[in-house]
């Protein structure tokens, strides 16, 4: 019995210039899962990524959010529909403290805190910030400045800035790049906890992390889907395989 998708695109089409990065892109996210987007560089992952999240429009095809069109829709929008995206570069106010930029991150969410605003909305706001930092296990940092965390702590205080937007949708680009073993395995427990709540969307280059977390994996190459499928088959399809070889 499949649910209706979360996230889906239909024929979703990206040129620049003569060059297609995306072609004919039917893809679909179901709610409750992690999926994973891999494939070789220059697959069309990240322009996939800008896509459903505003930064790019697409040149043709259609990006429907629980059925509704938001094709094209600004950064900002899409934000308020409840899709947000962790970017590879970390995304963090240095000068401030983790509890500071969590709560400026769930200001920005109006629509939802609208209530919050009208009774005691700091003190609320601050215990829903603290409830964001014990999710990314950053509660003990609250009031350290975000420039003071390690790398790693510094990635996951960013995806608590977007989880402090309450998406229904969570897209991380390359949550695990440049991280230390012992960090990436932060990352993992991370993620997998998050996931227990929340749809997440995930390109990530590392296969043990693709591996560990995913529930369903797309392969991207040359701009289409190459395959589909649970883990087990995506590392059992010999053209997945192929296009790695390739690489
Ligand atoms: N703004 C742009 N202008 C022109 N070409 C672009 C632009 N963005 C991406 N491309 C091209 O589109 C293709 C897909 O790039 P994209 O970055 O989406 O791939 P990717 O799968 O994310 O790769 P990587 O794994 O290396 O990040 C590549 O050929 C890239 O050079």
């Known amino acids: 019995m499949d649910a209706s998708p979360l996230l889906s695109t239909e024929r979703l089409t990206m040129h620049f210039g003569g060059l297609a990065a995306l072609e004919n892109v039917n893809f679909a996210v179901r709610p409750g899962t992690i999926h994973a987007i891999i494939g070789p560089n220059g697959a069309g992952k990240s322009t996939f990524f800008n896509c459903i999240t505003g930064v790019l429009r697409p040149t043709s095809g259609r990006i429907l959010l629980q059925g509704e069109e938001i094709t094209g829709l600004p950064p900002e929008t899409i934000s308020q529909k409840s899709i947000a995206r962790s970017y590879q570069i970390t995304n963090i106010f240095p000068g401030s403290t983790c509890i500071e930029n969590i709560r400026?991150?769930?200001?920005?969410?109006?629509?939802?805190?609208?209530?919050?605003?009208?009774?005691?909305?700091?003190?609320?706001a601050t215990d829903k910030a603290l409830v964001v930092l014990d999710a990314i296990a950053l509660r003990d940092k609250a009031g350290e400045l975000a420039s003071n965390l390690s790398h790693g702590e510094q990635r996951h205080l960013e995806i608590g800035i977007a989880l402090a937007t309450e998406p229904k949708l969570l897209c991380l680009d390359e949550p695990t790049a440049g991280m230390s073993a012992s960090e990436t395995l932060d990352m993992i427990d991370l993620v997998r906890r998050i996931g227990a709540n929340l749809t997440i969307l995930i390109v990530e280059h590392d296969m043990h992390v693709v591996m560990s977390l995913a529930d369903r994996i797309t392969v991207f190459d040359y701009g289409q889907i190459l395959a589909e499928g649970t883990p087990e088959e995506i590392q059992a399809n010999p053209q997945v395989q192929e296009a790695y070889l390739k690489m």
């Not at 400026?104 to 003190?123: E, F, V």
């Open 104 to 124: 400026i991150a769930s200001q920005s969410r109006q629509y939802s805190w609208s209530i919050l605003r009208h009774h005691r909305s700091d003190a609320l």
